[in-house]
Every structure is written in C-alpha cells, then in structure tokens.
C-alpha cells in the first residue's frame, strides 16, 4: 500500500494548487460545492483522512475531468486508507505510528541516530528497555504491545522487496549504555547480524572526531522517505524531545538531505562500522561476563 500520510500531503498540495489557480478561496470553492469553508480547509492541511465522495465533488466543482480526475481520485483513495497500525490504536503510540504510515510504500529510507538505536533495528529486549523509560506513567501491557507492534513494523519493512535502508548511528550510540550491558551487547550483536546479513540494509557510524563538511553537526535525528510515484512527495520526520516533525515541501526537505548526504561522506566505510560495532560487543561482552 501506498503511506497515506503522504497521499494525503499530495492531495492536500494538489487540491490547494487547483483551488488557487481559478482563484477562489476556502469559502468560495465551499459555497460551489455546498461544503463549509472549514471541510476544504481540513482538506487541505493533510492532517486527516478525507472522505472520497467529498473529494470527488470538489475536484468536479474545480473543473476536473478525464484522467486527471481518477489519478486525483486514486490518491484520495489512498489517502483514506486504514494501515495495518490502525489496529493497535493507541497502544503503538502516535510516535510509532506516524513513522510505520511513513514506511508503507516507500522505496528507500534513510535515517540518522544520535543516542539510540532505530526502531527498526531494535531487538524486543532493547525495545522494552527504551520503552519503559518513555512510557514511565504506562500500564505494563501497554508497553508490551507496543513493541508488540513493534515487532509487526520490523516485519514488515523488511519484507522481501520492501524499501532499502540506510543507517547512519553516531558513535555515541554505540558506546553510551541507552540499556543494561547484557542487552547493549545482544543488540550490537543483533545490529552486525542485520548489516551483514541483508544487502537492503547499510549501517555507517560517525565517529566523534569525524569531520563534517561546513561542520554542519546535526542537532536531532532525523529520516528521509522516498516513495516510488514521483508525484508524491519526498519526507523528511526530524525526531524531537515530544514529537515528530513531518516535512514534505523541497524548501523543508533539502537542508536535510544535504545534511544527511554530508554526514554519510564524514562517516566511516560499511566495513569499518561493522568492525568497530562488533568490537564494541566483544568488549562489552567481556565486561559482563562473570
């Protein structure tokens, strides 16, 4: 299926450009199709998914006709989709959601880590840890279906055919203990077994002393979407403190692939990354061992 997040985004983008180009505004296309100026408003923030039928009459009243409007109709289709996260509700968290709706479909993704390792790559031990100490005022099994959920996401991006994945982990999270030793180590263990045994899945790290270009250090972690319409729009989700940003306009996305370009040039070679990881685990393993 295609992300309908991003379908919506298109949608919203393509709706508003028609809108603008006969030159009406939200109350005036509203009156047009008997709508609340409000319901082409929404419809044009992406923030919820559409009713087709609503879709349908807009692109009508709009002029729209022959192909054109079934490719618009197609995506509203999509936009309106329920994804496979849609049954956990909230127990995947709105967090979780948002970046398993950006998978769907994408052709390549392509993430930066700087303290943790990515949902994707993470082992239940590991995902356990990390959750309880984000969820802290959550009941157990809300927890446990979370990475329940968790479990279901890694599946299926990594489904034969899915998108190919680029990983660049600062060296911080290889080093800095984000859980106990025993599942630190498991989960390096677990990361060189991933880098070397999928050829979709590529995992570099960025050294402390890593010099990058413009010394344009990164301030968050941050993933980039592609997806196989070039219609639809490329994402960047920049992970903050509280919540997930989604951007999908060029002005937002560049300075983010640039970014990520730069840091993949200052980063150690894929042999390199999974010689040091691995090193990293026998090391600690050692420690642990009684």
């Given at each position: 299926m295609n992300s309908p997040l991003v379908r919506r985004k298109r949608l919203a983008s393509e709706v508003r450009a028609l809108r603008e180009a006969m030159g009406l505004n939200h109350e005036q296309l509203g009156k047009a199709v008997g709508f609340h100026r409000l319901k082409i408003s929404?419809?044009?923030?992406?923030?919820?998914?559409?009713?087709?039928?609503?879709?349908?009459?807009?692109?009508?009243?709009?002029?729209?006709?022959?192909?054109?409007?079934?490719?618009?109709?197609?995506?509203?289709?999509?936009?309106?989709?329920?994804?496979?996260?849609?049954?956990?509700?909230?127990?995947?968290?709105?967090r979780q959601r948002v970046y398993a709706d950006l998978e769907a479909g994408a052709t390549s993704v392509r993430t930066y880590e700087i303290f943790v390792f990515p949902g994707?790559?993470?082992?239940?031990?590991?995902?356990?840890?990390?959750?309880?100490?984000?969820?802290?005022?959550?009941?157990?099994?809300?927890?446990?279906?979370?990475?329940?959920?968790?479990?279901?996401?890694?599946?299926?991006?990594?489904?034969?055919?899915?998108?190919?994945?680029?990983?660049?982990?600062?060296?911080?999270?290889i080093r800095r203990l984000s859980a106990p030793p025993e599942v630190m180590?498991?989960?390096?263990?677990?990361?060189?077994?991933?880098?070397?045994?999928?050829?979709?899945?590529?995992?570099?790290?960025?050294?402390?002393?890593?010099?990058?270009?413009?010394?344009?250090?990164?301030?968050?972690?941050?993933?980039?979407?592609?997806?196989?319409?070039?219609?639809d729009p490329p994402v960047a989700a920049v992970d903050t403190e509280t919540a997930d940003l989604v951007f999908t306009t060029p002005d937002e996305v560049t300075p983010y692939v640039r970014r990520f370009d730069r840091l993949?040039?200052?980063?150690?070679?894929?042999?390199?990354?999974?010689e040091l990881i691995r090193t990293t685990a026998d090391h600690l393993s050692t420690e642990t061992t009684p």
């Amino acid at each position: 299926m295609n992300s309908p997040l991003v379908r919506r985004k298109r949608l919203a983008s393509e709706v508003r450009a028609l809108r603008e180009a006969m030159g009406l505004n939200h109350e005036q296309l509203g009156k047009a199709v008997g709508f609340h100026r409000l319901k082409i408003s929404r419809l044009e923030t992406g923030e919820r998914p559409p009713n087709v039928t609503d879709v349908m009459k807009i692109l009508t009243a709009l002029g729209v006709d022959g192909e054109r409007w079934h490719e618009l109709v197609r995506i509203a289709e999509d936009a309106a989709e329920r994804g496979w996260w849609a049954e956990y509700g909230d127990d995947m968290g709105p967090r979780q959601r948002v970046y398993a709706d950006l998978e769907a479909g994408a052709t390549s993704v392509r993430t930066y880590e700087i303290f943790v390792f990515p949902g994707l790559l993470q082992i239940p031990e590991y995902a356990l840890q990390r959750g309880v100490q984000a969820e802290g005022g959550r009941p157990p099994e809300y927890v446990e279906r979370n990475i329940e959920a968790r479990a279901v996401r890694q599946k299926m991006f990594h489904r034969p055919g899915g998108p190919e994945y680029e990983v660049i982990l600062d060296e911080l999270a290889i080093r800095r203990l984000s859980a106990p030793p025993e599942v630190m180590t498991a989960q390096l263990q677990h990361l060189v077994k991933i880098a070397t045994s999928n050829p979709r899945t590529s995992v570099r790290v960025l050294t402390v002393d890593a010099r990058i270009s413009s010394y344009e250090v990164p301030r968050s972690p941050f993933s980039l979407f592609s997806y196989p319409d070039p219609g639809d729009p490329p994402v960047a989700a920049v992970d903050t403190e509280t919540a997930d940003l989604v951007f999908t306009t060029p002005d937002e996305v560049t300075p983010y692939v640039r970014r990520f370009d730069r840091l993949l040039d200052a980063a150690l070679s894929v042999g390199d990354s999974i010689e040091l990881i691995r090193t990293t685990a026998d090391h600690l393993s050692t420690e642990t061992t009684p």
